[in-house]
C-alpha cells in the first residue's frame, strides 16, 4: 500500500489531487468498466454475496452464523473487486476448504452466480431497448462526454474488465461507448490466466514504447490502481456511489487512496476541469 499524503480539491470542485502528476503527455487511457462506466450491472454484490453465504452454509460444517459467514465474504468480495469474478470464486473455494467441505471448480460457482445476475441485467437491458429508460441512465454519470472529449484530444483508448469479454462487448454497445475504445475491449476468460488488466497495460507500453505519464488509468477498484502505479501511469480513481446493502462504499476512497490514486472524482460530471488540469490547459 501507498501511504496516504495530503490532499487538496481544484479550487470549487469535487477534484481531489492526492498527489501531483505530470501533466499534458498522455496519448493513451485504460478504463475500467463496470462502476467506472457502466452500470448495468449496479447490485451484483447483492446477488454474490448471499449466493456465497449460501454456498457456504450448504457446503460446509461451519458453525457460524449466516451473519458471520456474511462479514466474511463481504471483505472478500470488497477486497478483490476489480479482477476477474474468477479470483472471488477461487476466494471461495479456500473459504469451503477452511471449513472442511470440499469445494467444487472455481468456475461452477462462477456459472451459478452469473445465472442468478444475468435474470436482473437483462431486465435492465430489455428497459434500455423498450425505450423506458436511456443508456444514459445506466452509465457513470458524463462517462460517455469523457470518453468523447479524451478521444477529441488524440488519446487512444481501451476498455478492461474483470468482467466475461463477452458481456463487456454487449454491454459496452448498448452504452454507445464501445466505438471509443478503438484500442480494444478486453475482458475475463475461461482460460483466466489468458488476460488481466496489467497484462492489457503492459502490451500498450511495450508497442508504444511509453512512459508512465503518456498513460492515464482510469477505475473505481484498487487492482486498476495498483496496476497504474507500477508502471508509473496516472492513476484516476472514480469512487462511484454503487447500490449495495453492504455498505461497501464507505471505504471506496481510502482503498483508492491506499492502492495509489493520484486523484480522485466521485463521477465524470466535472470532466471539463478534470480534462484541463490532467493536459496542463
Not at 479482477?83 to 472442511?100: A, F, N, P, V, W
Not at 454503487?242 to 487512496?257: G, Q
Request: net charge negative; aromatic share 8%; charged share 30%.
Amino acid at each position: 500500500m501507498i501511504a496516504q499524503p495530503e490532499s487538496s480539491f481544484l479550487e470549487g470542485t469535487l477534484i481531489e489531487i492526492i498527489r501531483k502528476v505530470e501533466r499534458g503527455k498522455i496519448r493513451h487511457a485504460v478504463f475500467d468498466f463496470d462502476g467506472t462506466v457502466s452500470l448495468i450491472r449496479d447490485g451484483w454484490q447483492n446477488v454474490m454475496v448471499p449466493m456465497m453465504v449460501d454456498v457456504l452454509l450448504e457446503e460446509t460444517r461451519t458453525n457460524e452464523t449466516r451473519e458471520d459467514l456474511e462479514r466474511t465474504v463481504v471483505e472478500f468480495v470488497d477486497g478483490l473487486t476489480g479482477k476477474q469474478t474468477i479470483y472471488q470464486m477461487i476466494q471461495l473455494c479456500e473459504e469451503i476448504k477452511k471449513r472442511g467441505g470440499a469445494p467444487k471448480d472455481p468456475l461452477h460457482y462462477k456459472d451459478l452466480y452469473n445465472s442468478l445476475l444475468l435474470p436482473i441485467v437483462d431486465k435492465r437491458i430489455a428497459r434500455l431497448k423498450s425505450g423506458e429508460i436511456r443508456a444514459g441512465d445506466l452509465r457513470v454519470p458524463m462517462s460517455l462526454e469523457f470518453l468523447q472529449k479524451l478521444r477529441k484530444r488524440g488519446v487512444n483508448l481501451y476498455l478492461a474488465s474483470g468482467t466475461d469479454i463477452e458481456f463487456v462487448r454487449h454491454e459496452a454497445a448498448l452504452l454507445d461507448v464501445a466505438p471509443y475504445f478503438e484500442g480494444g475491449i478486453f475482458g475475463a476468460l475461461r482460460a483466466y490466466k489468458d488476460f488481466s488488466k496489467a497484462m492489457v497495460i503492459q502490451k500498450i507500453l511495450k508497442d508504444f514504447d511509453l512512459s508512465g505519464s503518456e498513460l492515464l488509468i482510469v477505475g473505481d477498484g484498487y487492482v486498476e490502481i495498483e496496476n497504474a502505479k507500477a508502471v508509473g501511469a496516472i492513476a484516476l480513481g472514480v469512487a462511484s456511489v454503487e447500490n449495495n446493502r453492504y455498505n461497501m462504499n464507505v471505504d471506496k476512497r481510502n482503498r483508492l487512496i491506499h492502492a495509489g490514486a493520484d486523484i480522485l472524482i466521485p463521477d465524470f460530471q466535472e470532466g471539463d476541469r478534470l480534462l484541463a488540469y490532467l493536459f496542463n490547459e
